[in-house]
C-alpha cells in the first residue's frame, strides 16, 4: 500500500502514483472526510481506505493563537451597555472583573474567550400579588437564569443577572428607609406597595451578595475544566503515549467534574486563611458547607491542621459531588465517552494504567496555600485518592457497552481495508514530526 501526504493528513494510492493531472490539486487538500477525496473526484485515490487511516492520526483540538484571546469581564463595557439601553433604571448587580493577569497563559495562548452576558430583570408590582415580580427587558413575566457560567473547549461565558428598579421606585426606596431610620414610620405602617417595594429590594439585595461570592468560584470551576482539557489534549498527541480503555476514559470524565469543585475548595480555603478570622466563615460558597461544618466541630487552634488534612478535602469534595451531582451527570458522560470512542485512533485504545494514572495526576494538581507554613504549594491530589471509581452495572450497559461496540467496528474496518499497525504506525509518526509543534504535544497544560 503506497501512502501519499496532503496537507494535513495522508491519502492511499490506487496505485503507485498519483497522476500528473491530480497532483498539484491533492496537494493542497485539506481532508475532512470520505466526501474530500470521493467527491472531489479524485481518479489516484481510495477514499474508504484513506479515510479509515485519517481516523488514526492524532488530531489538536487547538492551534497557537494568543492573538485572538479575549477578556470581556476586565472592564465594565457590557454592564454599561445593559444600563444604556434602559433608560430611567436603577441597576443592582454583582461587582466582578477578571483581570488579564489573573487569567492562565495557556487560555491566552490558545486565543481563549471570556464573555459576559448580561441578563436584564426589571423588577415590576404585581397588584394581584401585591408583590414585585421578575420581568424581562420588554416588561413580560419571566424567571430567573439558573446558570451561574458555561464553557466549552476555548471560552468561557458568564452570565451577570442585572436587577433594574425604576428610578421613581429608587427614590421612593430611599425615602423610606430615611424614614424607618428615623422612626417617622414601622414598617407595619406601610403602604402595601412601599413594603412590597423595600422587601423587594432586600431579598434582591442579598441574592446579588450571594452571586457575587459565588462568581469567583464559578470562574475558577470553568477554567479549571479548560485547564483539563488543554492538558488532555497535549497526552493525547504525545509521541509515545499509552493507551486509554472506556473505562478509564469514563473515570477522567467524572475526574474532570471532581476536579473543579476540589479547584473551588481550594479557592475558598485559600481566601480563609488569608482574611485571618478563622471564625469568619462567609468567604466559603454554599458547596463548600461540609468543609465549614467540619471546622465548626473543631477548637479553633486546630482549624489550621484540619485543612492541612490532604485526604480529607479530597474525600469531602468527592462525597459531596457523589452525594448532589454523580445521577444528573451520566447522560453527558455516556456521550464524552461515545464521542472519544468514535474520533480517537483505534490504536491509543487499551489498557494502559500508567497512561490514565499520569491524566488523573494533571487534572488533580493545584496550587495550596499551606495552612501551617502560609506558603503556596504544588500538590497532587490524586495521591490522596483511597478508592478509585467504580463501575457499576449502570454504567457498563449505558457507557461501556456501547464505546466498545464502536471500537470493535472501528477495528472492524480497518481489518477489512487492509490497514495494518505498521502502516498506522508510519503514518502517526510522519504526522507528529510534521504537523505538531512543541506547543501541541505538551508545551502548553494551560496554567
Known sequence: MNIFKIANSYLVLKGKSVLPSEKERALKLTFEGYEAVNGATYQSFDAEQSFVLGAELPLSEYKYAPKEYRNELKDKKTQQEAINKNPGYTFIYADFTVNDKDVPEGFKN??????????????????????????????????????????????????????????????????IHKALNNKRITRAALAPRDRALITAYEETVKRVQKEQKQKKFTFRHEMTHIRNRICNNSF???????????????????????????????????????????????????????????????????????????????????????????????????NIVRKWAKKSPVSFMGNDDKEYLKRRARMLTFKMLNPLTMKEEQIDFSAFIQKDIPITPQVQKQVINPAEEIIQKRKDKLNKYGITKKMVHYVQQCHWRNNLTPFHNGGNDGR
Open 236 to 334: 493525547n498527541l504525545a509521541l509515545n503515549r499509552g493507551k486509554l480503555s472506556p473505562e478509564n476514559r469514563f473515570r477522567l470524565a467524572q475526574y474532570d467534574e471532581k476536579s473543579a469543585h476540589l479547584a473551588e475548595n481550594l479557592e475558598a480555603v485559600r481566601q480563609y486563611l488569608n482574611n485571618g478570622n478563622l471564625n469568619d466563615f462567609s468567604v466559603f460558597p454554599e458547596k463548600s458547607q461540609w468543609l465549614v461544618d467540619k471546622l465548626q466541630s473543631v477548637p479553633v487552634h486546630k482549624r489550621k491542621l484540619l485543612l492541612s488534612n490532604k485526604q480529607m478535602l479530597v474525600e469531602g469534595t468527592f462525597a459531596y459531588w457523589d452525594k448532589v451531582h454523580s445521577k444528573s451527570y451520566l447522560f453527558q458522560f455516556e
Open 110 to 175: 490558545i486565543g481563549g474567550k471570556i464573555h459576559n452576558e448580561c441578563i436584564v430583570y426589571k423588577m415590576k408590582y404585581d397588584e394581584s400579588s401585591q408583590s414585585f415580580i421578575l420581568t424581562d427587558e420588554q416588561g413580560r413575566p419571566c424567571s430567573r437564569y439558573k446558570n451561574h457560567a458555561e464553557s466549552d473547549k476555548d471560552s468561557i461565558k458568564m452570565y451577570l443577572n442585572m436587577y433594574a428598579f425604576e428610578k421613581k421606585d429608587y427614590l421612593r426606596l430611599q425615602a
